[in-house]
């Protein structure tokens, strides 16, 4: 994986996922090497996003490499019309590796082509942030044990998480029986569908949260945002059915766990945090050393 | 060629060598010429549109003196020109009549429809793979979204 970019999930193989979530796994056992302390990574961040910045740089930080960059847009020179060839022409220069984020859709793919080094996506637009796909399958892995047979239900906004579709495709490859719990104003997009249809894989749609719990694996939660309804009254009517409150967990099997990508605004309940089944919070630490794993094979200095 | 094509087509006055690409939606023809790169053409280029057609009601037709497209740089213009022929001549003869095919790729001819999309944010060559010749559907190299018959425009 030296020197390759990582835009979209579909950038690394199956075998190369793997490798990732197994050196991810080590850097677990020992967060703090010192191996990246020649290095600089930029960290460039178009449009705010603190938790992602901070877990990056969190990242890098532990294995003693450099940060460098911007926090928005505002403070680069983008806000004097600099084109994004340009910054990243330049920023090249400066770093050994690129991490950003950007508004734009495929602004990754085309700084990935511009840049004279490797560049991490860290989300461009509604399009990939191929990392969240890559510590979620980390989460379902060492929570689970593998990553085959599972049945996973995503619940909330289906239609226009891009973290959704990200990891449905993914695991498209280890034979998962999905389960998508949505309002249908949010129903998964038909594309994504054709995806498990095209695997021979099976799902099911519902509108009924609790009936599916006691089914499942995984439970990866999502918001449901209110401005994706043009009419505010039928958000009104399906906001508190899509909510986890720890008494819905009384069925579920032992071996369930709670994801979400965070932030949480209210669809799963305080009362569900003390309860072992919920993983969100150690779902985000695992994001740590799922970067750490990127940064450091993409780097070469491990292989 | 029927008659009355042909009566039609003689408007235009008939090349001794080259390609004549005919059947081109008369809206289309200017876009055809862009695509082929025929504004700086230093050859003989006979340009005729809003021709009556029997098949296609109005029409448009080229005629390049002297030039013999590959079929990867001619089957650019299926995009904008899916009903287009052409007609090989040499020495005023027919010497073979095909169709254009959408071809696997294309490069800077599509414009994404993807308001948020980087190519409609910076200057940057859109490149998309067509994943369905038939529906005609086009995915974005860049923003992975697709761009299909229904929204497709042109740069």
């Known amino acids: 994986m030296k020197n390759k970019s990582l835009v ?51 990242a890098a930080t532990r294995l003693g490499a450099k940060v460098i960059g911007f926090t928005d847009s505002s403070s680069s020179s983008v806000q004097k019309g600099e084109s994004l060839r340009d910054t990243i022409l330049t920023v090249s220069n400066y770093c050994d590796i690129i991490v950003m984020r950007h508004p734009k859709e495929g602004s990754s793919r085309f700084a990935s082509e511009v840049a004279t080094v490797p560049v991490i996506n860290a989300g461009d637009g509604a399009n990939q942030h191929p990392t969240q796909t890559l510590l979620d399958m980390y989460s379902i892995r060492k929570t689970q044990g593998s990553l085959d047979n599972l049945n996973i239900a995503f619940v909330g906004d289906l239609k226009y998480g891009r973290t959704v579709h990200s990891l449905v495709h ?30 021979n894989l099976v799902y099911h749609q519902s509108t009924d949260l609790l009936e599916v719990i006691e089914k499942v694996d995984i439970l990866y939660m999502t918001r449901i945002q209110k401005e994706r ?39 799963i309940t305080t009362d569900v945090d003390n309860n072992p089944k919920a993983y969100y919070f150690t779902q985000a630490l695992n994001g740590v050393y799922v970067r750490q794993a990127l940064l450091a094979s993409i780097l070469g200095v491990v292989d | 060629m029927e008659k009355e094509d042909l009566r039609k087509e003689l408007k235009v006055s008939a ?32 340009i005729a549109t809003n021709l009556d057609s ?17 079929s990867d740089e001619i089957n650019k213009i299926a995009l904008v020109a899916p009903t ?72």
């Open chain 1, 8 to 58: 979209s999930i579909n950038d690394f193989s199956r075998e190369e996922h793997i490798r990732i979530l197994e050196l991810a796994g080590a850097f677990e056992k020992n967060p703090k090497q010192r191996i990246l302390e020649d290095y600089v990574v930029a960290t460039l961040f178009f449009e705010p996003s603190t938790r992602t910045r901070l877990s990056f740089e969190s």
């Open chain 1, 170 to 199: 993914a695991l498209c490859n280890y034979n998962t029986t999905f389960h998508f719990v949505s309002p249908l104003e949010l129903k998964l997009p038909s594309a994504v569908k054709m995806d498990i249809k095209e695997r």
């Open chain 1, 229 to 267: 309804f043009s009419d505010p009254l039928d958000y009104e009517k399906v906001k508190n059915a899509y909510v986890l409150h720890n008494s819905m967990l009384d069925f579920a099997k032992p071996n369930l766990k709670i994801l979400h990508p965070l932030p949480r605004v209210n669809e």
């Open chain 2, 15 to 46: 090349i001794e060598n080259g390609t004549v690409i005919d059947h081109i939606p008369s809206k289309s023809v200017f876009q055809v010429i862009k695509i082929l790169n025929l504004t700086e053409y230093q050859n003989q280029l006979l």
């Open chain 2, 54 to 70: 029997q098949k296609m009601g109005k029409k448009g037709i080229i005629k390049v003196s002297n030039k013999f497209f590959k």
């Open chain 2, 84 to 155: 287009a022929t052409l007609i090989i001549i040499k020495n005023f003869e027919v010497i073979e009549k095909k169709k254009v095919e959408v071809p696997d790729y294309a490069e800077n001819i599509v414009k994404c429809f993807n308001p948020n999309c980087i190519t409609n944010n910076e200057e940057i060559v859109t490149k998309f793979t067509v994943i369905d010749k038939k529906e005609l559907k086009l995915r974005c190299h860049y923003c992975e979204k697709i761009t299909a018959r229904n929204n497709i425009a042109f740069r």
